[in-house]
């Protein structure tokens, strides 16, 4: 089974700090995406990376960066945390083989900026 | 512009019956791919059924049915056979770019004994 661990569940951190979110997956996806989860807008694209050290805008990435240096790793970077980047965040990824090729999640990581 | 709009916030269902949960969906490009997920309150999100643009029949998987009606922009999920492990938000999603996923709002499901 694909496994995509995200580095913690709940993360609590103050406005101005530089946060960093870790994604793993073990299933040599090519590609990996950051969302965010928000009640009442579904999930939104933050950013996503289709290779090791390849990175595209995704529908929100105002605020974000990420980082892929490692195709197993992509990272969410929160540059400078303000309390409306408070939310659900989900990293998933897919493979780019033949047929159907659903995006696999992670548990998510509920964050908190205080 | 891409989207998917799922109009129902939150449904019941009766234990062992069946329901349907809305999807509709916009797009100009003839090739796209529907998807139904599962998130459980742990939050973790489960594939649950695809259907391709092109697909001839109606994919089933299990106790699920996507019911694709692609003159009218739909694809609704159809659960038979409710079970209380069923409560969950369903969301509908749509990738017509590349791998990238549109997702719908989502609608709260509840199982009711």
């Known amino acids: 089974d694909v496994k995509v661990t995200q580095s913690s569940r709940y993360l609590v951190k103050r406005t101005g700090e530089k946060v960093f979110l870790e994604c793993v997956q073990d299933?040599?996806?090519?590609?990996m995406f950051w969302y965010r989860q928000d009640p009442g807008l579904g999930l939104r694209l933050i950013y996503f990376?289709?290779?090791?050290?390849?990175?595209e805008k995704g529908d929100i990435p105002e605020g974000y960066s990420v980082s892929r240096e490692k195709k197993e790793r992509f990272s969410l970077i929160l540059e400078s945390a303000s309390t409306n980047q408070t939310s659900m965040y989900l990293c998933?990824?897919?493979?780019?083989?033949?047929?159907?090729?659903?995006?696999?999640f992670g548990d998510g990581t509920r964050l908190s900026i205080l | 512009a891409q989207k998917i709009t799922q109009t129902q916030p939150g449904m019941f269902v009766q234990e062992k019956e069946a329901v349907t949960l809305d999807c509709t969906y916009d797009?100009?490009?003839?090739?796209?791919?529907l998807f139904w997920y599962k998130q459980p309150s742990s939050g973790e999100m489960i594939f649950l059924i695809y259907q391709g643009s092109y697909d001839q029949q109606n994919a089933t998987e299990g106790r699920y049915s996507l019911n694709f009606q692609k003159a009218r922009k739909s694809a609704n999920l159809v659960i038979s056979a409710s079970q209380l492990g069923d409560s969950a938000m369903y969301f509908c999603a749509m990738d017509n770019q590349g791998g990238k996923l549109i997702f719908g709002q989502g609608t709260e499901l509840s199982v009711k004994p």
């Open positions: 990376s289709y290779d090791v050290k390849m990175k």
């Open positions: 797009t100009s490009d003839p090739s796209y791919g």
């Open positions: 998933a990824s897919s493979s780019d083989g033949q047929g159907v090729n659903p995006q696999h």
């Open positions: 299933m040599d996806h090519e590609n």
